[in-house]
Structures are given as structure tokens and as C-alpha cells.
């Protein structure tokens, strides 16, 4: 048996471990989460991925700590969680009947070092207008996420596809996530870790 932990205060990455059936503690990792120069979307969620799980990990050396890290990004406009009700609309009309994507970064770190990958996948949002925008807004549910909404809740009005994996948008790609745990020497038992022979 070896300890889990999640790097991440997001009760949706949490949602999804607890989907799979795996008990992992949570310990938010405060890094900086500033761009590097020169660094693309791509790249900065890897590394803050990493960073988090690092992190957490320098803490507790035995454990697997698993960290991960989500933006939205619209051509070349990267965007985080809206700073207020007013940039929450305004992203969400950006954004709207057109297509971006969703870059998730997610990373294991162990006793065997820290493994990592990125996930891209496509949304098409549908056709709306700014009452719609601000009604959702009101719900509360954009605040904390990136692009200002979040697929398994409410958001789901605003979808019209997705091409890719559906938990990238949510928190992580569960599939990566399993992956790396391979690479870090745990196999995915349907409920539980089991070390690989």
C-alpha cells in the first residue's frame, strides 16, 4: 500500500480520484504560478504540474503525490480563473459559438522522481448571448475555474462538442493520470494501487 496525495485544493481532481476509487489525501501546494519568458501554455502547465507535486513531495518522500494544472486557451490568449463577474462574462462571450482548447497538465512524484504529460483537448462552445453569460455567472460555479467554466456542472449548457478527453476539461486526463502511475511503478487495480512485479 502506498500513501496518495493530491497537490491541489480542486475539489474536481479530488472528485476524480474518488471516482476511480483511490483514497488520496489532499495538500494544497503554493507555487508560484507566474509564466516563465518564452514559456508556452503548454510548457507552464507541465512544469507547475511538476512544481505541485514537487513540492509536496520534498515533504513527504515515501508517498505518490499527484499534481496538476488546467488553462484555457483561445488562439493565443491564454486564460486562468476570472478575477471578477465582469472578466467571467467577458471570457465566456469570447469564447462563445467558437471553438478553443483545454491544456491539462498532470505529474507524479515519488520515490523514483517525478513523471509528467500534457493533454490537449478541443471544446466548441454554442451560440449565446450576454444574459445567458451573466446568468451563468451568477451562479458562482466560473470563479475558480479556468476560461470561466466548468464542464461537469452547469458550464455543461454552454457545450456544443468536445473533441479529446472529457476529464482533461474537468480537472485531469484520468487515462495520463493512470499512465504515469504505471510509469512510477503502481498499476491501477479498479479501486486501489498495486505495486508492479
Known amino acids: 500500500m502506498v500513501d496518495l496525495i493530491l497537490a491541489s485544493a480542486s475539489p474536481r481532481r479530488a472528485d476524480l480520484l474518488r471516482q476511480l476509487g ?15 519568458a518564452g514559456e508556452s501554455p ?24 499527484i499534481g496538476g494544472d ?8 491564454v486564460m486562468g ?4 463577474d465582469e472578466e ?4 465566456l462571450m469570447s469564447l462563445a459559438g467558437r471553438e478553443h482548447h483545454v491544456l491539462s497538465g498532470v505529474a507524479v ?14 471544446v466548441r462552445f ?16 466560473p470563479a475558480d475555474k479556468a476560461g470561466a467554466y466548468g464542464i461537469q456542472g452547469l458550464g455543461a449548457a454552454l457545450v456544443e462538442e468536445i473533441r479529446g478527453d472529457y476529464y482533461c476539461v474537468v480537472g485531469f486526463p484520468v487515462a495520463a493520470l493512470l499512465d504515469l502511475l504505471t ?3 503502481w498499476k491501477y487495480a479498479f479501486g486501489r494501487l498495486e505495486p508492479l512485479d
Not at 507552464?44 to 518522500?61: D, N
Not at 467571467?88 to 471570457?91: K, L, N, Q, S, T
Not at 512524484?109 to 483537448?121: C, F, I, L, M, Q
Open 109 to 122: 512524484a515519488g520515490p523514483s522522481g517525478t513523471v509528467s504529460r500534457v493533454v490537449r483537448t478541443e
Open 22 to 36: 483511490l483514497d488520496a489525501d489532499t495538500r494544497p501546494a503554493h507555487v508560484d504560478e507566474a509564466y516563465l
Open 81 to 84: 480563473k476570472p478575477g471578477s
Open 126 to 141: 454554442r451560440d449565446f448571448d450576454t444574459t445567458t453569460a451573466a446568468r451563468y455567472v451568477a451562479t458562482g460555479e
Open 183 to 185: 510509469e512510477a511503478g
Open 70 to 77: 488546467t488553462v484555457v486557451v483561445d488562439g493565443s490568449r
Open 42 to 65: 503548454a510548457e507552464h502547465v507541465e512544469r507547475l504540474a511538476r512544481a505541485k507535486a514537487e513540492a509536496i513531495a520534498s515533504e513527504a518522500p515515501t508517498a505518490l503525490v
Open 88 to 91: 467571467a462574462v467577458e471570457m
